[in-house]
């Protein structure tokens, strides 16, 4: 397991340390036992752990540098608050964490079951500046507590693009950036989404395509530069985003 884990991810630029990879070995096994009780994810095996969740997520993490340097150098921007939200069993918001420690996450879903699993992963791995929220988008982001507070905001197969950039960009504080880890349909999705993005705030988003280890399936993450305040009214309410998305 331990050598799965660190060749999946070494093979997407991520080099583990010892204690990170122990970290993700524990990780890998809780996610296998509470799956036996609560249905987390459908990818049981350990080598599909390590690749389509630990790997997948960690994806971010090269991008992430170099954007968080550049917005440091740049902008004198200094990120230190993520949320990763419809984290699910923790993805990509644990694993992020688990390399980039110093980043203050917050873990947010709308399933209870789901939110407890994250804070057991977060209590056994003694895991500090992390927590894990139980919410639902529409309704956090309009509470001040959360609203334009998060300098980066993640999600990882929550709903198709023109939907979640109405659910991200009202968590993000001007000048900061929301990442979509989308599929093979993403640059349909990006360019059926740029008037939804222009409405919330958003610039001109960039794609970069992914490759995951072993794996033929084409991936890409899509990120969004906040550049202005969000309306009010957005996110809207009972399903809108989904019913009727922006143009």
Same mark, same amino acid.
């Given at each position: 397991?331990?050598?799965?884990?660190?060749?999946?991810?070494?093979?997407?630029?991520?080099?583990?340390?010892?204690?990170?990879?122990?970290?993700?070995?524990?990780?890998?096994?809780?996610?296998?036992?509470?799956?036996?009780?609560?249905?987390?994810?459908?990818?049981?095996?350990?080598?599909?752990?390590?690749?389509?969740?630990?790997?997948?997520?960690?994806?971010?993490?090269?991008?992430?540098?170099?954007?968080?340097?550049?917005?440091?150098?740049?902008?004198?921007?200094?990120?230190?608050?993520?949320?990763?939200?419809?984290?699910?069993?923790?993805?990509?918001?644990?694993?992020?964490?688990?390399?980039?420690?110093?980043?203050?996450?917050? *873990?947010?879903?709308?399933?209870?079951?789901?939110?407890?699993?994250?804070?057991?992963?977060?209590?056994?791995?003694? *895991?500090?500046?992390?927590?894990?929220?139980?919410?639902?988008?529409?309704?956090?982001?309009?509470?001040?507590?959360?609203?334009?507070?998060?300098?980066?905001?993640?999600?990882?197969?929550?709903?198709?693009?023109?939907?979640?950039?109405?659910?991200?960009?009202?968590?993000?504080?001007?000048?900061?950036?929301?990442?979509?880890?989308?599929?093979?349909?993403?640059?349909?999705?990006?360019?059926?989404?740029?008037?939804?993005?222009?409405?919330?705030?958003?610039?001109?988003?960039? *794609?970069?395509?992914?490759?995951?280890?072993?794996?033929?399936?084409?991936?890409?993450?899509?990120?969004?530069?906040?550049?202005?305040?969000?309306?009010?009214?957005?996110?809207?309410?009972?399903?809108?985003?989904?019913?009727?998305?922006?143009?």
């Amino acid at each position: 397991m331990q050598k799965m884990i660190c060749e999946a991810s070494r093979a997407i630029g991520v080099e583990l340390t010892e204690g990170q990879t122990q970290q993700f070995v524990r990780y890998a096994e809780l996610l296998i036992e509470w799956n036996q009780k609560f249905n987390l994810t459908a990818i049981t095996n350990i080598e599909g752990i390590a690749t389509k969740h630990f790997a997948d997520s960690l994806t971010l993490v090269p991008v992430l540098n170099g954007l968080i340097a550049d917005l440091q150098q740049n902008h004198q921007f200094e990120v230190q608050q993520m949320l990763d939200l419809g984290t699910g069993a923790g993805f990509p918001g644990l694993p992020i964490k688990i390399v980039l420690p110093n980043l203050k996450v917050t *873990l947010m879903d709308s399933t209870g079951k789901k939110v407890m699993f994250c804070q057991t992963v977060i209590d056994d791995l003694k *895991l500090s500046g992390i927590r894990a929220l139980n919410g639902r988008a529409e309704e956090a982001a309009h509470d001040p507590l959360h609203r334009e507070k998060y300098d980066l905001v993640v999600a990882r197969a929550v709903a198709p693009l023109v939907t979640l950039v109405e659910y991200l960009l009202p968590f993000v504080r001007v000048g900061g950036l929301c990442v979509a880890m989308k599929g093979s349909d993403s640059e349909a999705e990006l360019a059926q989404a740029q008037g939804a993005i222009s409405k919330l705030g958003g610039s001109v988003a960039v *794609l970069h395509p992914i490759q995951l280890p072993n794996s033929n399936d084409k991936r890409a993450l899509i990120v969004i530069h906040k550049i202005a305040n969000v309306k009010p009214q957005y996110p809207r309410q009972g399903g809108a985003p989904r019913n009727k998305p922006l143009k």
